[in-house]
């Protein structure tokens, strides 16, 4: 039985993530901003530890991490899953506060969440830990440059963590999700279809264009992977940048 934690873990990827890993009966903790989604969370699965916390406020996140380490006496799997999506538009049109909350959660919140997660599993001599890139960070994305650099910087800190972590018995990999069916791509879709003056209908139907398979993704075929991916059928896999998303061939077919 696992120690599991996972952030952004109330809605979206990192719901199934949770729902996932209680069902096969591991001991699982989140955290979010949002606290109705944690509520429902937590209503849903009594079982589950869900905490408020803002990874891009290292002071916040200092009390969820040590609320975890006392309800579950150490950890074994971390998601460093919270992310937005941030603002949609030319580079000199952006409003840079926004692209600055993008690249401060994302890159920020996952630092943080990884400093302490080292620190852990350092102590225990094992941990596997799995943060969500995005084919966005692995091919250039015009109108949505600063969630492309933050998706780039998460795979930057994948890599280096793996060096870094490897001889502690740490395991470190990203995952990189292509378009994922849901509330949040919706809102994505509607903001890039205002920035590139087009139908969503369009934007949504250029989202496959690129992709051989021609498909979205489900959350349950991200969870499929990490699922694996953590798991001793993995106990060599690190540093490693894995794409769940039917092969993108182009962002900008």
């Given at each position: 039985?696992?120690?599991?934690?996972?952030?952004?873990?109330?809605?979206?990827?990192?719901?199934?993530?949770?729902?996932?890993?209680?069902?096969?009966?591991?001991?699982?903790?989140?955290?979010?901003?949002?606290?109705?989604?944690?509520?429902?969370?937590?209503?849903?699965?009594?079982?589950?530890?869900?905490?408020?916390?803002?990874?891009?406020?290292?002071?916040?996140?200092?009390?969820?991490?040590?609320?975890?380490?006392?309800?579950?006496?150490?950890?074994?799997?971390?998601?460093?899953?919270?992310?937005t999506g941030g603002p949609a538009g030319r580079?000199?049109?952006?409003?840079?506060?926004?692209?600055?909350?993008?690249?401060?959660?994302?890159?920020?919140?996952?630092?943080?969440?990884?400093?302490?997660?080292?620190?852990?599993?350092?102590?225990?001599?094992?941990?596997?830990?799995?943060?969500?890139?995005?084919?966005?960070?692995?091919?250039?994305?015009?109108?949505?440059?600063?969630?492309?650099?933050?998706?780039?910087g998460i795979v930057g800190l994948t890599k280096?963590?793996?060096?870094?972590?490897?001889?502690?018995?740490?395991?470190?990999?990203?995952?990189?999700?292509?378009?994922?069916?849901?509330?949040?791509?919706?809102?994505?879709?509607?903001?890039?279809?205002?920035?590139?003056?087009?139908?969503?209908?369009?934007?949504?139907?250029?989202?496959?264009?690129?992709?051989?398979?021609?498909?979205?993704?489900?959350?349950?075929?991200?969870?499929?992977?990490?699922?694996?991916?953590?798991?001793?059928?993995?106990?060599?896999?690190?540093?490693?940048?894995?794409?769940?998303?039917?092969?993108?061939?182009?962002?900008?077919?």
């Amino acid at each position: 039985m696992r120690r599991v934690f996972i952030t952004g873990g109330a809605s979206g990827i990192g719901a199934a993530f949770a729902k996932r890993f209680l069902a096969l009966g591991d001991h699982v903790a989140i955290s979010d901003v949002d606290q109705e989604a944690l509520d429902e969370m937590r209503q849903a699965h009594p079982e589950l530890i869900a905490l408020r916390g803002n990874v891009s406020d290292p002071d916040d996140m200092q009390a969820v991490f040590q609320e975890v380490e006392a309800s579950l006496g150490g950890i074994d799997v971390v998601f460093a899953n919270a992310g937005t999506g941030g603002p949609a538009g030319r580079i000199e049109e952006l409003d840079l506060s926004a692209a600055a909350t993008c690249l401060s959660v994302n890159v920020m919140g996952a630092m943080v969440t990884c400093a302490w997660a080292a620190k852990v599993m350092r102590a225990q001599g094992s941990g596997s830990i799995v943060l969500t890139s995005s084919t966005a960070g692995q091919w250039g994305y015009p109108y949505r440059t600063p969630y492309a650099a933050a998706k780039w910087g998460i795979v930057g800190l994948t890599k280096s963590l793996a060096m870094e972590l490897g001889e502690a018995g740490i395991r470190v990999n990203a995952s990189c999700p292509g378009a994922v069916e849901g509330d949040r791509m919706d809102r994505v879709v509607a903001a890039e279809a205002r920035a590139k003056n087009k139908d969503e209908a369009d934007v949504r139907a250029q989202y496959v264009t690129g992709v051989s398979m021609k498909t979205w993704i489900s959350v349950d075929d991200l969870a499929d992977t990490v699922e694996w991916l953590v798991s001793d059928q993995a106990r060599k896999i690190s540093g490693q940048v894995i794409s769940i998303d039917g092969n993108t061939e182009t962002l900008n077919p």
